[in-house]
């Protein structure tokens, strides 16, 4: 394996307050009170499992998504963050989904659904989702679902790990 | 032939992975000092009485009257809070295989706590979001005097296991007083929309509040744990406190505001910011079950979308003069 093969690029978008943020900051390590809504993009460097993780998270505000299209370039990875609790917004959820996995410069990407804020009492659960977000329809990339709390922390690491571990699998090979 | 090859690199990839994990996880555990030992000690006598002490109060709720389950419940989804808090902060010196283990013991305590809080406390309805009561609402007006309706909360209407009907919204009203108490909206997503003329009282912590489309209405809430939304909204006042406030096309608002990040805004004008001064009982304990800190309040720190000059202050919000403030709201009660 050549070392600039072990630089992973990973994409995380979905709505605003989606908890996009929260997650990065929560997998580094950081303090998670003090975070505000992206204005513009933050871009974090981790070194995990032996790779190198370059995360791009991107505002999900309305008006920031027609700029979300200027980061797909060389995505191995995409995370889709879900507000499990945001009942009412779950079709805009579904229909920005599906719109993103239908551009060509994403059609390598692996795809990972993170049913975020299941501490809350109200969150939908993985197979409400799955359904109401038509995840069986997605023939076009590898996905998985999982549920999470950036909060406490709960499963980052499991969603993140698989992801690793299905990129490295497809892209890592010894040709 | 080409499967097969593939199935291999396959294997040998991730067995590569299993070995740099088993590597990182030996490394982990050779690099504890004493010290890391002593503090893994202490967290973890700590976080066993922690856990029995909650694990008792849930057997407990079994002995306890119907009238104060509610109280009992928040009790224990608070202890678990500040669990949770506690493993976090102790995240640098635990190993990675230990918060797993911690962590699951919380998430077991929080099944446990949700389950027999739903077996034991039938679920509590909004009784007044639906459209059909709203129809009747109006049939009432045009009789009666509704210049003010106090509603009151209907809480043992039967529950839909319909997930999507929307229980946490208060919609198409003119006229309305309304107060929600934290029982009805603790950790819940609310949604105000379509009011005109209301003064709606949110005395609770709930987990996001959505505003839409308000017109001359007062809303007055407790700790918002994570964020509110403003949309379209004009000539209102809001008292509210939040992590993040997102305002967007809304004009002609005043805002009492705690916001513990920021706040940002978009196609808005005319917004007068104040400090946060709402009072009422228990709104001391509500910034404690919503986590929120209720010292730290940036209500300056406003981000304006369509004004993006650093060196000067965008002029679509102001301070409020100081002249101009309600300083209490006890008029308005
Ligand atoms: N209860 C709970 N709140 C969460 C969780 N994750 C995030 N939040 C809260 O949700 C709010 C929004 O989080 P952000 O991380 O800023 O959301 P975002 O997706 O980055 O939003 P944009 O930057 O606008 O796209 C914050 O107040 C977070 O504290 C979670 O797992 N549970
Ligand atoms: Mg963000």
Known sequence: ?175 | MQEKCDRKIEMLTKRDLERKLDLQKEQEIRNLTNADNEKIDYFESVFNEKRQFIADAIDEAHNIDIDKLGVHFNNISRDILILQKYLAASNIFLRGYDIKIYQQVLQNLTNQARDLEDKLLPKKKFGFKNKKSQKIDIGNGINGNRKKTIDEVDSCAPTKLDAFEDLNAVSDRSDTNLVLSNSQIFKKDILLSKLNNCKIKLFGSPSTLHMNYLKDCYIFCGPVSTSIFVESCENCTFVIACQQLRLHSSKNINIYLHVTSRAIMEDSSNIFIAPYNLEYENIQEDFKKSGLDGCSNNWTAIDDFNWLKLDKKSPNWNVLDEAKRIEKWSSFF
């Open chain 1, 1 to 175: 394996m050549k070392q600039k093969e072990k630089e992973i690029r990973i994409l995380m978008l979905g709505l605003d307050n989606a908890g996009k943020t929260t997650i990065l900051k929560k997998f580094n390590g950081e303090d998670i009170n003090t975070i505000s809504p992206t204005l513009g993009f933050n871009i974090k460097t981790l070194e995990h499992r032996g790779f190198k993780l370059n995360m791009w998270d991107v505002g999900g505000q309305k008006s920031l998504r027609s700029y979300w299209r200027n980061y797909f370039e060389c995505t191995d990875g995409l995370i889709w963050v879900v507000d499990s609790a945001d009942k009412r917004r779950l079709k805009d959820c579904k229909a920005e989904l599906h719109i993103l996995l239908q551009e060509e410069r994403l059609s390598g990407a692996t795809l990972l659904v993170f049913a975020n804020k299941r501490d809350l009492p109200g969150a939908c659960n993985i197979e409400e989702l799955r359904d109401i977000l038509d995840l069986d329809e997605i023939k076009s990339h590898h996905w998985h679902i999982i549920w999470c709390s950036a909060v406490t922390g709960e499963n980052l690491l499991q969603g993140i790990d698989w992801l690793i571990s299905d990129i490295a699998t497809r892209i890592f090979t010894l040709d």
